[in-house]
């Protein structure tokens, strides 16, 4: 935890919060897991990959003397990764020539197992594009991607696209981890823990088709040609295959939702659907009957070309300020601390936000995509630097007391 930048307001919120996000230490985490002690209790290997996954790999090894060797690929590297590691650093949300040699140093590493070899495996958000080995050109694969993430479809729609043009997603780690045991350990930010979209499922049996990913191609207006191809269906590959949920959003909402004074709504996957949707039902919701609202998921938005600076909890936040004119402390977050800038989200008092700003300046600031420069500008940024746990993203309302209206 680096700095909180918020000279607005005094809140003790955002403290709690951070404190929240700094329980969920990897070290307990990996340290407490049952299934993960009696597998290791023979040599083994360690294959990482995705945003945070490295502190995991770490904590692991740190945890587990039976562990071998290990790779990880991750953005950020821990100061004290354990030497048995070998880190490789990777770019996100795009993928890039580095992403795809470093995942090629990852199928080598795999290769070098034995075939009686017992490997496990952390997945986390971010995978999708850290572990590549795409069917189409770079070029073609990035214009994919950036058109995907720009389209507002949701995460799973996206991954059936990623799987179906990428040989390591949909199942293509466990075919080359095939015939070693492995236990797959999945760290999620997806709605509903799904670990076949976690990203991108690379060791979990896929049920979408080549067909469906066509069609959801076919939407996107690329104007180029995509190709496609079938993920493993042949089940044999997965049958030494062990598929375990590490941790997700709830482990969180549990946390916070004994930070604030009863009573507290908590709804996990609530963001989960288009921003607009999400304004309709928080219109509904948000009323005097709690002190606390605690939501997660991962909104949905679809960005017009050359957009500001931003990312989905920015942005949120700027139309909850422009639809909501309600005594409330809005705070949005991203857990890893990276909400497509150096910002993890925004925290406000929304009427006195209200009072500083203009409509016509919000309407403006959205228009462009540009919520983290319209939040600089009023000093509501949280900064905290590189948070280890990728988990999901989070929307706290606070009701505030009438007299706290200045």
């Not at 945070?52 to 904590?59: H, I």
């Not at 720009?150 to 080359?176: F, P, Q, W, Y």
């Not at 070309?305 to 977050?333: A, M, S, Y």
Request: proline content about 4%.
């Amino acid at each position: 935890m680096k700095q909180v930048s918020n000279k607005q307001m005094v809140s003790q919120t955002i403290e709690k919060i951070l404190e929240a996000l700094t329980a969920i230490d990897p070290k307990k985490v990996t340290a407490d897991n049952l299934v993960l002690k009696n597998f290791a209790k023979n040599e083994f290997y360690l294959v990482a990959v995705g945003k945070g996954s490295a502190y995991f790999a770490t904590a692991i090894a740190d945890n587990f003397p039976n562990l071998i060797s290990g790779i990880v690929l991750d953005i950020d590297k821990p100061d004290d990764i354990n030497d048995k590691l070998i880190f490789l650093p990777g770019d996100h949300p795009l993928s890039t020539k580095r992403n795809v040699e470093n995942s090629k140093k990852v199928s080598r590493f795999i290769e070098q197992i034995p075939g009686d070899g017992k490997i496990v495996t952390v997945v986390c958000g971010g995978s999708s594009a850290l572990l590549t080995d795409p069917i189409n050109s770079l070029d073609k694969t990035i214009k994919l991607n950036r058109k995907l993430l720009m389209s507002g479809l949701s995460i799973n729609e996206i991954n059936i696209v990623r799987k179906h043009t990428d040989r390591l997603k949909g199942g293509g780690l466990a075919e080359k981890y095939f015939p070693r045991k492995s236990l797959n350990l999945y760290v999620s930010d997806v709605p509903g823990n799904d670990l076949s979209i976690i990203g991108s499922g690379p060791t979990v049996f896929d049920r979408s088709t080549r067909e469906g990913a066509k069609e959801i191609i076919d939407q996107l207006d690329l104007n180029e040609r995509i190709e496609t191809f079938e993920t493993p269906k042949d089940t044999d590959i997965f049958k030494n295959v062990d598929n375990q949920l590490l941790l997700s959003a709830k482990n969180l909402i549990d946390i916070l939702k004994n930070t604030f004074p009863k009573p507290v709504y908590t709804g996990e996957n609530f963001l989960s659907k288009d921003q607009d949707q999400i304004i309709t039902n928080l219109k509904k919701l948000v009323n005097s009957d709690y002190q606390a609202y605690i939501f997660s998921g991962e909104s949905r938005l679809k960005i017009k070309d050359n957009p500001g600076i931003g990312g989905r909890n920015t942005h949120l936040g700027l139309k909850i300020l422009k639809e909501f004119d309600k005594n409330i402390e809005v705070i949005t977050f991203a857990s890893d601390g990276h909400d497509n800038s150096e910002a993890a989200g925004v925290i406000f008092d929304l009427l006195n936000l209200k009072k500083l700003s203009s409509a016509n300046e919000i309407k403006k600031y959205l228009e462009s995509f540009d919520s983290y420069n319209f939040f600089k500008k009023y000093d509501s940024l949280i900064i905290t630097g590189h948070l280890p746990v990728n988990l999901s993203d989070f929307l706290i309302i606070r009701q505030k007391s009438k007299d706290s209206v200045n």
